[in-house]
């Protein structure tokens, strides 16, 4: 848990995902298109990953990834995205968490 902590307070968005998870490519590629950098860390590659995996379980991430982080604070996967998105509510998130400055 206070490695998921750590990493996540590294960045304005943080996304937690596996490089052959389709719903992860979506949403990576939601915010790079929005002009987000986040800070993407594919869990099937590197060194302690299904750790982290199990710790965004604990955070109630359902299934564990995607999971995203704005602001360090845990906004939930592709349903919890998409519906911000859809309602006009991710942008403005993501302007006052540092992520975008337009």
Known sequence: ???????????????????TCCMCHTIKT???DFGVNPAVHELDEIQRGRDIEQALQRLGCNPSVPAVF?????????NEVMSLHLNR???PMLKKAGALWV
């Open 1 to 19: 848990m206070d490695r998921v902590t750590k990493l996540v307070s590294e960045r304005p968005v943080v996304i937690f995902s596996r490089s």
């Open 30 to 32: 939601l915010f790079c």
């Open 70 to 78: 704005i602001g360090g604070e845990l906004v939930g996967g592709t």
């Open 89 to 91: 509510s991710l942008i």
